[in-house]
């Protein structure tokens, strides 16, 4: 856990050294901010997937940097709040990844995205009582998020991507 941890801090530090000297004009615009945290994301997925989680943790740590920028400027925006809670927790942050969930749910209380990530944090942090809650929020939407929270609380134990 300590390695994460240290991983993740060298990744955030160098990462704002690099954007700090950087004349991007696609870091410019929160929008291409966020999509470009989107699209780090969806990559990082896939090398999880294969079993890569170093590399997929540098990715969520570049996407993080990317949404923290976003965020500064756009402080209502719960897919950003989303995202940096995602990518806070897939490098094992689970305490701040929380704050992220909470934080994006007091602008959207029935935001979907949230709702199942929350769960799923609070499924791997053996709170399922509380994964059990953001399941009920979800019960109605007739939505994704719904049957795959409620796949993952029954399958407690599996691997969460």
């Not at 945290?37 to 997937?49: I, P, S, T, Y």
């Amino acid at each position: 856990m300590k390695k994460i941890a240290i991983l993740f801090i060298t990744l955030f530090l160098s990462t704002h050294l690099m954007a700090a000297g950087s004349d991007s004009s696609s870091d410019s615009s929160k929008e291409s901010l966020y999509e470009d945290a989107v699209k780090l994301v969806k990559r990082a997925g896939k090398l999880e997937k294969k079993d890569k989680s170093d590399k997929a943790k540098k990715l969520y740590a570049q996407a993080f940097s990317k949404l923290e920028k976003a965020y500064k400027s756009d402080k209502k925006n719960p897919d950003i709040l989303n995202y940096m809670g995602f990518t806070t927790r897939k490098v094992g942050n689970f305490d701040q990844a929380e704050k992220f969930y909470l934080e994006g749910l007091k602008i959207k209380p029935n935001h979907n995205g949230i709702n199942e990530y929350l769960g799923e944090l609070y499924v791997q942090t053996n709170q399922l009582d509380k994964a059990n809650e953001r399941l009920t929020v979800l019960k109605n939407c007739n939505c994704d998020e719904y049957n795959e929270l409620q796949l993952i609380i029954k399958n407690k134990g599996v691997k969460i991507y």
